[in-house]
């Protein structure tokens, strides 16, 4: 299944004309310019096109593939706990770019690399509690670029989120677009993705007949989901749900399973990754006494889709389109056939 979807996403979508071969445009001066750009509502600016960037997590490292800019990489750190690699359309991306870790990154990681830019976020590598934060590395001279998804907005310590999940998408390939030179490629890869997600919102439920939807990532005594400021929030909309954890301002965060009971979600979305498989999850889900009289637990209406899928990554129109085919065979007043 992974490679006819790697198939599909190579003949289907723009994604293809970047991550599948495509050669870089030419950058003109732009090596020698300062380029500056908006990053977590700052103004950041770079002497210099990065050539040896190093990136943290699956979904950001793809970012950079999909811009076709595994020239300009050092290397990436990634648990291997985040799905098979052989079948995704970056497959040579992975296979010419080193993988530095299987945690995350370290300073002494970057340090080695030579990296001339950090490209991570706010729980995908930058911590305060270790101190890789981006401060820290401007003091050892090395610059970073913030995951827009993750950006903090202020309302609490550590909550995220300032726009909407697809909009940060654009956002970042925008800005990486300007920053290596690419900016023709990043346009027509927003394109085809606004296009993709398009097609699905005009077959989506409407109105009353668009199922409740809720996020599980993990957790048993407190599960962990998606607010509105993750990328479930517009995976589920686009394809046709409604979050019911829409109006939690903040992006990936714990809640309370009696909330979860009391806004009875008509299907639950499991985030397959880690040591606890999907099948275990559901299993967990299906079994878990206080849900026994929520809809999609009554009707087994719980749908898969990988970690990356679901953080923001060019893998996210994909995994709308894909929802969005589940949930028009959702009816709400009989069960569905689960995945």
Same mark, same amino acid.
């Given at each position: 299944?992974?490679?006819?979807?790697?198939?599909?996403?190579?003949?289907?979508?723009?994604?293809?004309?970047?991550?599948?071969?495509?050669?870089?445009?030419?950058?003109?001066?732009?090596?020698?310019?300062?380029?500056?750009?908006?990053?977590?509502?700052?103004?950041?600016?770079?002497?210099?096109?990065?050539?040896?960037?190093?990136?943290?997590?699956?979904?950001?490292?793809?970012?950079?593939?999909?811009?076709?800019?595994?020239?300009?990489?050092?290397?990436?750190?990634?648990?291997?706990?985040?799905?098979?690699?052989?079948?995704?359309?970056?497959?040579?991306? @992975?296979?010419?770019?080193?993988?530095?870790?299987?945690?995350?990154?370290?300073?002494?990681?970057?340090?080695?690399?030579?990296?001339?830019?950090?490209?991570?976020?706010?729980?995908?590598?930058?911590?305060?509690?270790?101190?890789?934060?981006?401060?820290?590395?401007?003091?050892?001279?090395?610059?970073? @670029?913030?995951?827009?998804?993750?950006?903090?907005?202020?309302?609490?310590?550590?909550?995220?989120?300032?726009?909407?999940?697809?909009?940060?998408?654009?956002?970042?390939?925008?800005?990486?677009?300007?920053?290596?030179?690419?900016?023709?490629?990043?346009?027509?890869?927003?394109?085809?993705?606004?296009?993709?997600?398009?097609?699905?919102?005009?077959?989506?439920?409407?109105?009353?007949?668009?199922?409740?939807?809720?996020?599980?990532?993990?957790?048993?005594?407190?599960?962990?989901?998606?607010?509105? @400021?993750?990328?479930?929030?517009?995976?589920?909309?686009?394809?046709?749900?409604?979050?019911?954890?829409?109006?939690?301002?903040?992006?990936?965060?714990?809640?309370?399973?009696?909330?979860?009971?009391?806004?009875?979600?008509?299907?639950?979305?499991?985030?397959?990754?880690?040591?606890?498989?999907?099948?275990?999850?559901?299993?967990?889900?299906?079994?878990?006494?206080?849900?026994?009289?929520?809809?999609?637990?009554?009707?087994?209406?719980?749908?898969?889709?990988? @970690?990356?899928?679901?953080?923001?990554?060019?893998?996210?129109?994909?995994?709308?389109?894909?929802?969005?085919?589940?949930?028009?065979?959702?009816?709400?007043?009989?069960?569905?056939?689960?995945?």
């Amino acid at each position: 299944m992974r490679k006819l979807l790697a198939a599909a996403l190579c003949l289907a979508t723009t994604v293809t004309a970047t991550g599948c071969g495509a050669k870089l445009e030419s950058s003109g001066d732009a090596k020698s310019a300062a380029i500056t750009l908006t990053n977590c509502d700052r103004k950041v600016t770079y002497d210099k096109v990065p050539e040896r960037v190093v990136t943290n997590d699956v979904g950001i490292t793809e970012l950079m593939f999909a811009l076709g800019l595994e020239n300009r990489m050092a290397g990436f750190a990634m648990p291997d706990d985040k799905g098979d690699l052989n079948g995704v359309p970056w497959k040579d991306g @992975y296979d010419r770019v080193k993988w530095l870790s299987k945690d995350q990154l370290t300073k002494e990681n970057v340090l080695d690399a030579r990296a001339d830019l950090v490209f991570a976020g706010w729980n995908y590598g930058f911590r305060d509690d270790s101190g890789f934060t981006p401060d820290a590395l401007k003091k050892l001279g090395v610059p970073s @670029y913030i995951l827009t998804e993750s950006c903090r907005n202020g309302r609490t310590e550590s909550s995220r989120g300032i726009m909407p999940p697809l909009q940060a998408l654009y956002t970042d390939l925008t800005n990486l677009g300007k920053l290596f030179g690419v900016e023709k490629r990043a346009a027509s890869l927003i394109a085809g993705f606004k296009k993709e997600i398009a097609s699905v919102r005009a077959k989506a439920p409407r109105g009353e007949a668009r199922p409740k939807v809720f996020l599980y990532d993990s957790g048993q005594d407190q599960p962990f989901t998606s607010g509105r @400021y993750a990328a479930p929030e517009q995976i589920i909309s686009e394809a046709g749900g409604v979050n019911v954890m829409h109006d939690v301002d903040d992006s990936w965060t714990t809640v309370g399973w009696e909330s979860v009971v009391e806004r009875d979600p008509d299907v639950i979305v499991i985030c397959d990754y880690g040591d606890v498989s999907a099948a275990q999850k559901k299993k967990f889900l299906l079994s878990y006494a206080p849900l026994r009289d929520v809809s999609a637990v009554k009707h087994r209406r719980i749908f898969v889709l990988d @970690y990356v899928d679901l953080v923001e990554s060019p893998r996210n129109p994909s995994a709308i389109a894909r929802l969005g085919a589940y949930l028009r065979t959702v009816s709400l007043k009989s069960p569905a056939t689960p995945r």
